[in-house]
Structure formats: structure tokens, C-alpha cells
């Protein structure tokens, strides 16, 4: 007979309960640790804020406070402006950590090659609480591939003024080694200059002491030249004293001589003439009446008497004045 027809019916449904029974306790408590480790059966809130991307996170990334994984990513949508929206699912009971001041960043997880996440930064209590529904800011990370190439460029730079430097210490020291050359051959060069110094030196000394010999003799020759000044300016103004009396004289003999000329050569020339028409009217006379011998002579003497006339203020001959004889 086989086994399972001496088994009866009520164990039959014993062992079947069992079996039922225990996958379904097993299940719950699965159910019971997993929901205890991702807080399903804790009270939850939702709150959002706001970035200019997604940054690589998902729905369900975790989001922690001050280390410690408070909530997860609940949906991400875009806004009006093309920013990324994030719902953040928080258990209630760290509802009293986040205020007002609070500001979500963007996070690895494992430093810097981890999954992303969000970390709130709590804020004071002074603030007010966010309520269910509120809106936290956000500060955006640092694009460290933007950061990396700015260092770079930086670096490059910096090498640039490097290989610059360079040169210029490689010019410096040819420089340098042209300078020494330079000194070397002056250094070479210097014996002969000094002795050309200590010439030059003595010289200076001998012609010092030569002007200070010679300087007595030109100083008494100046003081001698002095005085000869001193003298002839003497004399130049005693002549200068003298001026004024002979140009007094002069300026008498000058009015004297333009009285003169203005009163007494006018008269005599008028006179002068006169008597040259007399005595070309006597010669017509004589020539047509007496022998010009006797009428020359008469002519002669009727030019000294008319010349001394003249001279005396008197009035000149005429021809029909001449005397009867």
C-alpha cells in the first residue's frame, strides 16, 4: 500500500497549510525588513527645487542629510524655463532639519567617481519649517570638465611664461658670459690705463703748481690794468665836462654863420650882379665913343668903387651916372 493512502485527511490539510503558511510568513517578513530598510511604512512629505539640469540623476536617487539618506528622488519634470524640476520624497521626521535656508546640491556618492545624488544642507532654526508642497534653493556643482580646462589652459599659460623665462635666463647668462669676456679684456687693458692716470695725475699736479706761481704776477697785472682804467675813465670824464661850454661855442658860431649867410650874401650877390650889367653897358659905350684904353680904365676904377659900394650897403652904378669930366 502506498504511503500516501495511510496518511489520512486531516493531516493531508495540515501539511498543506503549512506549506502555504510558511511561504506567506517568509513573504511578510521580506516584506517587513526590506520596508523597514527603505522606509516604507514611514510618514512621508514632498518638497522640490530646481536646476539648470539633470546632472545624471534619476527617480529614486537618494537624498541625504548631512550624510544620511532622508528620502529619495520622487519625479523629475521641466519647467517653463527648460530647468530641471525635481520632487524630492523626505520622511516627516526630519522635516524639522530642512527650513527655509536650506539649499540642495548635487553630490557623488562615493566622492568623486560615485552615482549622484542631492544633499540638503540643514538649515537654522530660526527659519520657518518647509512645509509639504514648499520649494528648497538649489546651488549648482562645479562643472569640474570646465574647471579642468580652465587648469589647463591655465597650466599652458604657465608654461608659456615658463619657456619664456627660460629664454630670457639663456639670453641673460650669453649676456652674462659677453659681460665677463668684456671685463676680461679691460682687466687685460687696466695696467696701461692706470699708468696713463698717474701721467694725467702729474701733469695736473705741475700745472697747479705753475698757476699758483704765475697767479700773483697776473693779479698785480690786473690790479695795474685796473688802475689804468680807473685813470682814463678819470679823463674821460673831465673831456666829457668840457662838452657843454663847446657846444655852446659851436652852437653860437653856427647861429653866427647862418645870420650871416641869411643877411649879408644875398645883398652882395644882388650887388655883384648889378655891377657886371654895368660894365658890360660901359664896354658897349666905349666902343662906340672913347678909346677903349681910357674907358677901361674908367671901367676898372667903376668896378672897385662898385664893388666897395656893395660891400658897404651902397647902391650900384649905373651907366647914365658916371661923372662928366
Given at each position: 500500500m502506498h504511503y500516501a493512502h495511510r496518511i489520512s485527511q486531516a493531516r493531508i490539510h495540515q501539511i498543506v497549510g503549512w506549506f502555504v503558511l510558511l511561504p506567506a510568513l517568509i513573504l511578510g517578513g521580506v516584506l517587513f525588513v526590506v520596508g523597514n530598510n527603505q522606509d516604507l511604512f514611514e510618514a512621508k512629505y514632498q518638497i522640490s527645487t530646481v536646476f539648470s539640469e539633470g546632472f545624471g540623476l534619476r527617480v529614486g536617487y537618494p537624498v541625504t542629510l548631512l550624510?544620511?539618506?532622508v528620502g529619495r528622488i520622487d519625479s523629475i519634470e521641466f519647467t517653463d524655463q527648460n530647468n530641471a524640476r525635481f520632487k524630492l520624497k523626505l520622511l516627516k521626521k526630519y522635516q524639522d532639519k530642512i527650513r527655509a535656508n536650506s539649499v540642495a546640491r548635487v553630490e557623488k556618492s562615493g566622492g568623486l567617481i560615485g552615482d549622484p545624488q542631492i544633499e540638503i544642507t540643514p538649515g537654522t532654526k530660526s527659519q520657518p519649517i518647509v512645509a509639504d508642497g514648499g520649494h528648497i534653493d538649489s546651488d549648482e556643482p562645479l562643472d569640474l570638465t570646465a574647471e579642468a580646462k580652465a587648469m589647463l589652459d591655465t597650466v599652458k599659460k604657465t608654461l608659456a611664461k615658463v619657456d619664456g623665462i627660460a629664454e630670457e635666463v639663456q639670453s641673460t647668462v650669453k649676456t652674462g658670459h659677453a659681460a665677463l669676456t668684456h671685463v676680461e679684456e679691460a682687466s687685460a687693458g687696466l695696467p696701461e690705463v692706470m699708468g696713463n692716470v698717474r701721467e694725467t695725475s702729474a701733469t695736473i699736479k705741475r700745472a697747479t703748481q705753475n698757476i699758483s706761481t704765475e697767479?700773483?704776477?697776473l693779479a698785480s697785472n690786473v690790479r695795474k690794468t685796473l688802475n689804468r682804467v680807473g685813470d682814463v675813465v678819470e679823463d674821460v670824464k673831465a673831456s666829457t665836462a668840457k662838452l657843454p661850454p663847446m657846444?655852446?661855442?659851436?652852437?653860437?658860431?653856427?647861429e653866427d654863420l647862418k645870420g650871416l649867410m641869411h643877411d649879408g650874401v644875398p645883398p652882395l650877390i644882388q650887388s655883384a650882379q648889378g655891377t657886371m650889367e654895368d660894365v658890360t653897358e660901359i664896354l658897349a659905350g666905349a666902343k662906340k665913343t672913347f678909346p677903349i684904353s681910357v674907358f677901361a680904365a674908367r671901367g676898372h676904377a667903376a668896378r672897385v668903387e662898385g664893388a666897395a659900394g656893395a660891400t658897404?650897403?651902397?647902391?650900384?652904378?649905373?651907366?647914365d651916372e658916371l661923372p662928366q669930366e
Open positions: 550624510g544620511l539618506q697767479v700773483p704776477a657846444l655852446d661855442d659851436v652852437k653860437g658860431a653856427t658897404s650897403g651902397l647902391r650900384s652904378l649905373r651907366a
